[in-house]
């Protein structure tokens, strides 16, 4: 089957709209028309070289689409369904087992090596393979492959074009609220970096009643978002000594902090931030070598903790329709996050992503 795809063949060069052909999908799979497809961060990452993905290949991970087929063993979702398509996991190892699928020991190769465990894929140019199965499902395409284990169904009443970022950033930030550090009515938390991530957070911690919420970015038109979706306080990181104005707001420091941009520098800000008994969570990418230097007597002498997110440690399959569920009763706006493009104008998506003009490009599929 003929299906059009942005095809990354170079590093940091722009995606090449093509047309490739598709597997049919196999016993444990599922071919999916895609609607629309949200652009991460990891995307860009993995365009631009910092991870050992290989080319050429079908980057994507935030898929929303239609169920057009499914494989003989495939018993979750039917032709017609609609579907959001989470990242993958093994199914079997020791985490995948407690219900922590986003630490599944098997994490990397299944959601970055972008082939079947087998090493085959599913997409080709006529001549030569395509890599796919990134995330499960490499959906900057019309049409992707995935597991019955990473598709997620979701109501037909909801404009499927907007459910797409549910499975990886707003997931992330909104989980790592409500599932990692569990924040708790009438505390106090900073967060740092008001791009999708983080601004789905804020309206996690509004929504968990958190008393304070304070956002921390470089971007005017972000902070003002940050207060639009639930902030009582934000901070230019351009020109605010942050640690500082976050212990003249909370006197004592903070009770939960949140590092969404992976730079060894901020995570060092957000630790001192902390009140004593203070928890941090970090989930921003960075690169292999980052590491995180710390004063020990202050993060030992507080008990003060310090922990990674992945994925927002969520059980997808319940709390993506929890999040749709917030979204419906007017609690979580991440709609005001998303901008729409063409899926021909990609490349700009990527650009104004780079550039902070876009909080959330969604690249549609339909048009």
């Known amino acids: 089957m003929k299906i059009i795809a942005a095809v990354a063949r170079e590093h940091s060069a722009p995606l090449s709209i093509e047309e490739l052909e598709i597997d049919s999908p196999r016993d444990n799979e599922v071919l999916v028309e895609l609607v629309a497809t949200g652009i991460c961060h990891t995307d860009l990452v993995v365009r631009d070289g910092m991870l050992p993905t290989p080319l050429p290949v079908v980057l994507g991970h935030e898929g ?35 219900e922590a699928r986003s630490y599944c020991f098997e994490f990397f190769p299944k959601n970055f090596f972008a082939t079947r465990d087998d090493g085959s894929v599913a997409l080709s140019d006529g001549k030569n393979p395509v890599h796919s199965h990134f995330f499960g499902q490499s959906s900057f395409a019309s049409h992707a ?15 499927l074009k907007l459910l797409g970022p549910l499975a990886c950033g707003v997931q992330t930030g909104a989980g790592a609220i409500v599932n990692s550090l569990d924040v708790q009515a009438g505390k106090s938390i900073v967060i740092f970096g008001a791009g999708s ?132 009763n007017g609690k979580f706006p991440f709609d005001k996050l998303i901008r729409f493009y063409p899926y021909t104008e990609i490349n700009q998506a990527i650009e104004d992503t780079k550039s902070g003009a876009a909080i959330k490009p969604v690249v549609e599929w339909l048009v």
Request: charged fraction near 20%; hydrophobic fraction near 45%; charge should be negative.
């Open 145 to 159: 492959i995935c597991h019955e284990a990473n598709a997620v169904k979701v109501p037909k009443t909801l404009p």
């Open 197 to 328: 991530v983080g601004l789905s957070a804020i309206m996690a911690a509004k929504i968990r009643g958190a008393k304070t919420i304070i956002a921390v970015d470089m971007h005017v038109s972000r902070l003002e978002k940050a207060e639009e979706l639930g902030a009582t306080h934000v901070l230019n990181a351009n020109n605010a000594n942050v640690v500082s104005n976050i212990m003249n707001i909370t006197t004592t420091g903070v009770n939960y902090a949140l590092d969404t941009t992976g730079i060894p520098a901020v995570i060092r800000q957000a630790i001192e931030t902390l009140a004593p008994r203070g928890v941090c969570g970090i989930l921003g990418a960075s690169g292999p070598d980052a590491e995180i230097t710390l004063n020990e007597t202050h993060f030992m002498s507080g008990g003060r903790k310090l922990f990674g997110i992945v994925e927002g440690e969520a059980k997808s399959d319940a709390f993506i329709p929890e999040m749709i569920q917030w979204f419906q």
């Open 64 to 98: 929303a689409g239609i169920v057009r087929a499914v494989g003989s063993a495939v018993k979750k979702v039917v032709p017609g369904d609609h579907i959001v398509i989470t990242f993958d996991s093994c199914g079997h190892c020791e985490s995948c087992k407690d």
